[in-house]
T-cell receptor, first 115, second 115 residues
C-alpha cells in the first residue's frame, strides 16, 4: 500500500538559515508528489508538485524540492527561511489516476523559526 | 486562480442537530471534490470523494449516513453532519481537483464544535 513518511515531527531553524524537510514515499508506480503548507487554523496551500520531467521542482515562496527515485524521496528545501515560513508542512502522494486519484498525506512537519 | 472557499469557517451546534458545510471552487470547475477531517496536530484523513452528479465514495470506517455528501454542480459540494455529537467536533477541510492539472486545491477549513 502507498504511504508517505515525514521523519521529522518538529524542526526549529533560525531565520535566514537554510531548511530541508524530508519526505519519503512508498508507491509502486510513478508517483505524483506534492508539498502543501498549512498555517494554524487554515487550509492547505500548494507549494509545489512533481509529475514528471525535471526532478528539481521550483515552487512558490522560494521553495524547491528534488525528486530522487533511487531514494524514494521528495525533500523540500529553502535556502533562507523567513519567520513567516513557520507553519505545518505536508508531503503527499497522489494514488490512482484521473477521477480515481486520491492524496495520501504524511504526518506533517511543524516548522518553528527563531529570530 | 484555483481558489476554493468553505462556509462557514466555524460553527458551534448542539448535540443532535445537523450541520451543513459548503465547499465551492470559485474560479474553476471541479468534477471531483474531497472531504477531509483533521484532528489537532494530526494529518488530514480523507473521508470521502465527491463526484459531480453521482454518489460519493466513502473511505473505510466513515459512516455514509452520518456524513451526507452532495455534489450537485461543478462548483459546489456540501457535507452535512447529521445528528452531530461531541465526538464529531473537528476541523473539516474540502478540496477541489482541477482536472487539467490533476491537482487538488484546498479550502480554508471549517471548525465544528458540537456541545
Amino acid at each position: 500500500a502507498q504511504s508517505v513518511t515525514q521523519p521529522d515531527i518538529h524542526i526549529t531553524v533560525s531565520e535566514g538559515a537554510s531548511l530541508e524537510l524530508r519526505c519519503n514515499y512508498s508507491y509502486g508506480a510513478t508517483p505524483y508528489l506534492f508539498w502543501y503548507v498549512q498555517s494554524p487554523g487554515q487550509g492547505l496551500q500548494l507549494l509545489l508538485k512533481y509529475f514528471s520531467g525535471d526532478t528539481l521542482v521550483q515552487g512558490i515562496k522560494g521553495f524547491e524540492a528534488e525528486f530522487k527515485r533511487s531514494q524514494s524521496s521528495f525533500n523540500l528545501r529553502k535556502p533562507s527561511v523567513h519567520w513567516s515560513d513557520a507553519a505545518e508542512y505536508f508531503c503527499a502522494v497522489a494514488v490512482g489516476t484521473g477521477t480515481a486519484s486520491k492524496l495520501t498525506f504524511g504526518t506533517g512537519t511543524r516548522l518553528q523559526v527563531t529570530l | 486562480g484555483a481558489v476554493v472557499s468553505q462556509h462557514p469557517s466555524w460553527v458551534i451546534c448542539k448535540s443532535g442537530t445537523s450541520v451543513k458545510i459548503e465547499c465551492r471552487s470559485l474560479d474553476f470547475q471541479a468534477t471531483t471534490m474531497f472531504w477531509y477531517r483533521q484532528f489537532p496536530k494530526q494529518s488530514l484523513m480523507l473521508m470521502a470523494t465527491s463526484n459531480e452528479g453521482s454518489k460519493a465514495t466513502y473511505e473505510q470506517g466513515v459512516e455514509k449516513d452520518k456524513f451526507l455528501i452532495n455534489h450537485a454542480s461543478l462548483t459546489l459540494s456540501t457535507l452535512t453532519v447529521t445528528s452531530a455529537h461531541p465526538e464529531d467536533s473537528s476541523f473539516y477541510i474540502c478540496s477541489a481537483r482541477m482536472t487539467v492539472s490533476d491537482t487538488q486545491y484546498f479550502g480554508p477549513g471549517t471548525r465544528l464544535t458540537v456541545l
